[in-house]
């Protein structure tokens, strides 16, 4: 059984940071890349970010490039999200998730489909 938890998330203030992160388990993650997508009250799930297996070539949606960086640690199963120059519109809860896709990079990440979903986290930015 497949594991995602994230956790990190919060209530900040506009032009804050936070760091939300998401625990694998279950089974080796080796050839899986993960992302992270949203979900604001009222409106579709929407991709924000995703990671190759080799960490190369990160992809971005346009509204996040240049405040959020993803990363990963294969050593321990774990992705992170780090938001900087958080804004209102950014809140939502936060999904992290994974697919086997080994040969995956750039902007394909954000077509595939993900197999493995976390529960959420809520991130809420005040103005």
């Known amino acids: 059984q497949v594991q995602l938890v994230e956790s990190g998330g919060g209530l900040v203030q506009a032009g804050g940071s936070l760091r939300l992160s998401c625990a694998a388990s279950?089974?080796?993650?080796?050839?899986?890349?993960m992302a992270w997508f949203r979900q604001a009250p009222g409106k579709e799930r929407e991709f924000v970010a995703a990671?190759?297996?080799?960490?190369?070539?990160?992809y971005y949606a346009d509204s996040v490039k240049g405040r959020f960086t993803i990363s990963r640690d294969n050593a321990k199963n774990t992705e992170y999200l780090q938001m900087n120059s958080l804004k209102p519109e950014d809140t939502a809860v936060y999904f992290c998730?994974?697919?086997?896709?080994?040969?995956?990079?750039?902007?394909?990440?954000?077509?595939?489909?993900?197999?493995?979903w976390g529960q959420g986290t809520q991130v809420t930015v005040s103005s």
């Open positions: 998730a994974a697919v086997y896709y080994p040969s995956g990079y750039g902007p394909a990440l954000a077509r595939v489909r993900y197999d493995y």
């Open positions: 990671i190759s297996w080799s960490s190369s070539s990160p």
């Open positions: 279950g089974r080796t993650f080796s050839g899986y890349a």
